[in-house]
Nanobody, 123 residues
Framework: QVQLAESGGGLVQAGGSLRLSCAASGRTASSYTMGWFRQAPGKEREFVAS????????YYADSVKGRFTISRDNAKNTVYLQMNSLKHEDTAVYYC????????????????WGQGTQVTVSS
């Protein structure tokens, strides 16, 4: 079992930055591939970024590539999402998720989810 708790969301102006954190608890939490997803009102949850646990290989959605950076600190069991050059269309609830399947980028592949944190970008 892995428990996930996101933090760091808020209101920011377009062009600004935010850093989301996801604290994972559980004995083997650091062994999981971690991902960030987001869901805007009326839309399906979509992949944002992921990072594997061993080689820390990262993947990004095209819409955030070059603006967002995912990282992890296995010693702290924490994953981060640094979001720069935010746009109004980045407004969504952001979820942290965990899976034992490497290189996962779809919702069904993730077994554990946090409660989400709201990110609102004003235009």
């Amino acid at each position: 079992q892995v428990q996930l708790a996101e933090s760091g969301g808020g209101l920011v102006q377009a062009g600004g930055s935010l850093r989301l954190s996801c604290a994972a608890s559980g004995r083997t939490a650091s062994s999981y591939t971690m991902g960030w997803f987001r869901q805007a009102p009326g839309k399906e949850r979509e992949f944002v970024a992921s990072i594997t646990w061993r080689d820390r290989r990262t993947y990004y959605a095209d819409s955030v590539k070059g603006r967002f950076t995912i990282s992890r600190d296995n010693a702290k069991n924490t994953v981060y999402l640094q979001m720069n050059s935010l746009k109004h269309e980045d407004t969504a609830v952001y979820y942290c998720a965990a899976t034992l399947v490497n290189y996962s980028r779809t919702v069904p592949q993730y077994n554990y989810w946090g409660q989400g944190t709201q990110v609102t970008v004003s235009s």
